[in-house]
């Protein structure tokens, strides 16, 4: 066995070719800049991928949320464990480049026909021979000699599959970082227009107890207090439907923490207290989106696929393997490991050329190549996609600065409007509905404001995720049962 250790690693020497094409993934079938106008980031501002969430989401407040969600989200609990699995099908995928041995003990007892046996005076006329063999080995049992890299192929595949999930755990994670940022900002903003309504409820109420009044001195017509009730009712309405969108929107808050924890949702903290990032720099050159976690995820789908194409490739040639085994057999298990024993081995290499498989090793190329060719289309996609996300959302922010001033100056007006057509009904130069329709146009007006304030907070959320920000607060320690897991693994 020693003299043959040379030839056996020759032959694993030689399973460190692979079949596997050369390949480089596709140019980013997009502009070579991002439509970012004149906000473009300086060139030494730090990327948004740089940028953890903790810095562009200040508020401690919403800190406590996110924070909360990462360690309790089911959604994220799920990415997290597909990596590990994932992690643990490429382990066993590249055990098998090594050879496995194995510790074997047999007790093996036959009973022979005398006249097979020859002769024996310990035995009857007519009986059988009792025949007792002990055995202990090391074995390993049908190794294949990797010479055309099929199983490094399948190794390379697994490695490219694990990176993916790995991807996908960090595009879970961004998502979710944004998804409760938006929906924390959602309750906020539902939260501030219940408040509204219910204190827009409150002055028309009032309102009505006044016209009521004066319908009874005469004063105010029955038409005057109808009106009025339609705008009670209406406001009424509108306090009902928001104090619905703020339940809904806390349960689905509650989902993303996976946790239902009162605490957490503060009622003294306002859309105004909660802030985020202003100036988050943003590139010119687009191919900062091959950086998203989506995009690499979709990169590593590539590269798989492509390694599947090597293991298809040497499918066609011969496949070598051994089986050995060495040890020790006696007829007596006492002297199974002293001078007593004998030693045996055996060694058994085996050679199989496929020859005939009905087409099947063509057609697992095929498959192997179309699948390779739909990866590249998914690639591109996935940038594709990512690109027009970024576009979005910085077309949304070169407006919305501007939507929220020019709605500011609207709320401005619309309450000068209200003061005055008040004070004019007061000294009976104009009609109270006159009145009712200053109110419910400062209403509007106000209820506007709220939402376009939260769009851009939730546009520069969009933003961050879009560009590929919000990473782990801490990187994943290593459990230490196994080495560390890199691309040279399979090389």
């Given amino acids: 066995m020693i003299r043959r250790a040379p030839f056996l690693l020759a032959g694993l020497l030689l399973g460190a070719c692979t079949l596997i094409p050369g390949f480089t993934p596709p140019a980013p079938p997009i502009p070579a800049e991002l439509p970012v106008g004149e906000d473009a980031a300086p060139a030494d501002a730090p990327e948004a991928q740089t940028i953890g969430w903790q810095e562009f989401f200040p508020a401690p407040p919403l800190q406590a949320i996110i924070r909360t969600a990462l360690a309790n989200n089911r959604d994220l609990r799920a990415a997290m464990l597909n990596v590990e699995a994932t992690r643990a099908l490429y382990r066993v995928q590249r055990s098998f480049i090594m050879p496995g041995v194995t510790a074997n003990g047999t007790e093996n007892r036959r009973a022979i026909p005398e006249a097979l046996g020859g002769a024996n005076p310990l035995a009857r006329a007519g009986g059988t021979r009792l025949i007792t063999q002990y055995e202990a080995n090391l074995a390993s049992t049908v190794f294949e000699l990797d010479l055309f890299g099929r199983i490094r192929s399948l190794s390379e595949s697994a490695l490219q599959d694990y990176f993916a999930t790995e991807a996908a755990r960090d595009a879970a994670q961004i998502t979710l ?72 929107d806390r349960n689905a808050l509650f989902l993303l923490l996976g946790t239902h924890d009162e605490a957490l949702l503060a009622p003294e903290v306002t859309l105004d207290s909660v802030t985020v990032m202003e100036s988050l720099p943003v590139g010119v050159s687009s191919h900062v989106l091959l950086a998203r976690p989506d995009v690499r995820q979709a990169e590593h789908r590539l590269l798989a696929a492509n390694a599947d194409i090597g293991a298809a490739r040497a499918a066609f040639f011969p496949t070598v393997s051994l089986t050995g085994s060495y040890g020790f057999a006696s007829t007596d298990l006492s002297t199974l490991f002293s001078g007593g024993a004998a030693g045996a081995w055996s060694f058994v290499p085996q050679a199989t050329l496929p020859l005939f498989l009905g087409g099947r090793n063509f057609a697992n190329l095929d498959f192997s190549e179309a699948s390779r060719d739909a990866a590249v289309a998914q690639y591109e996609g996935a940038i594709q996609a990512a690109f027009r996300e970024v576009a979005d959302e910085l077309a949304a922010r070169r407006t919305l600065d501007d939507q929220l001033a020019a709605q500011r100056a609207l709320v401005a007006a619309a309450q000068q409007a209200y003061d005055l057509s008040y004070a004019r009904y007061r000294e009976g130069l104009d009609s109270f509905l006159t009145v009712l329709d200053a109110q419910r146009s400062l209403f509007v007006a106000q209820q506007n404001e709220i939402t376009i304030d939260r769009q851009r907070r939730t546009n520069l ?31």
């Fill in 177 to 248: 970082v944004a998804e409760v940022a938006n929906t924390y900002l959602q309750w906020l903003a539902d939260r501030k227009i219940l408040i509204l309504s219910r204190d827009t409820l409150a002055a028309q109420e009032k309102s009505l107890e006044l016209i009521a009044a004066s319908n009874e001195k005469g004063v105010a017509s029955q038409l005057d207090v109808a009106q009025v009730r339609t705008a009670v009712e209406s406001a009424r309405a509108n306090v009902a439907l928001y104090d619905r969108l703020v339940e809904q």
């Fill in 461 to 491: 959320a969009n933003l961050y995720k879009a560009l590929g920000g919000g990473l782990r607060e801490e990187s994943t320690q290593s459990d230490g049962t196994d080495e560390t897991v890199s691309a040279g693994d399979s090389k």
